[in-house]
């Protein structure tokens, strides 16, 4: 038996590496700002680090926070049977939070929530949805655009369709008119996303009622 003190590691990615690494990539300041706004979680949960801390130690466990930026040699130094890795953050394109149950993977560490594969799916929105679908869990149809093209055209919709970033999340790329009546009118928030955020655009039927979440 290990006689290492059971750890919880949280893996989070900082909002400034991720607006640094945006800007590097050839993103305006201001966009790359607002995509890094989605982790804004990893700003708000710092000053609650001391408190994690010492309720970790109640419970007889010791506690890290870890930058993703460190996670690949902090991870390889842990030992599998005193180890739990929580992941702050997803993502897998603008954002980089899905490599870090996979480096848990890679390191035998047991993870706290969905496994790698899951993180790698579900930041698509389009692919998730096939997925489910397939499984036939009841999902909505979606088009898929690029730039103002169709990679897949969207399904039929007397209330009109919705339209939103694919990879994106916390409302970036959603604006007063993303509900349109028109599949021109979606094409064109495909360019505007494109142009913004080098996005896709999911185009899915309106469907009225509250938002839940």
Excluded at 9 to 30: N, Q, S, T, W
Excluded at 183 to 188: D, I, M, Q, T
Aim: net charge neutral; aromatic share 8%.
């Amino acid at each position: 038996m290990s006689s290492r003190k059971p750890k919880l590691i949280l893996v989070y990615e900082p909002e400034k590496a991720c607006f640094d690494r945006l800007v590097v990539e050839g993103h305006l300041p201001a966009r790359a700002a607002e995509i890094a706004s989605y982790l804004a979680q990893s700003t708000d949960i710092a000053p609650e680090f001391d408190a994690l801390t010492a309720a970790c130690l109640t419970r007889g466990l010791s506690f890290a926070p870890v930058a993703l930026d460190d996670a690949a040699n902090v991870l390889a130094g842990e030992g599998p049977d005193t180890t739990l890795v929580w992941t702050l953050t997803d993502g897998v394109a603008y954002f980089r939070g899905g490599a870090a149950p996979a480096l848990a993977r890679l390191n035998g560490l047991n993870v706290l929530g969905a496994d790698d594969a899951l993180f790698a799916l579900c930041q698509d929105k389009f692919r998730s949805g096939a997925v489910l679908g397939a499984l036939g869990l009841p999902v909505p149809r979606s088009g898929l655009a690029r730039d103002g093209r169709w990679l897949v055209e969207p399904p039929a919709s007397p209330a009109g369709w919705f339209v939103k970033p694919n990879r994106l999340g916390a409302k970036i790329g959603i604006w007063p008119d993303s509900r349109c009546a028109d599949l021109g009118h979606a094409l064109e928030l495909s360019r505007r996303v494109f142009a913004a955020y080098r996005d896709d655009v999911v185009v899915q039927p309106y469907v009225a009622g509250r938002n839940a979440r």
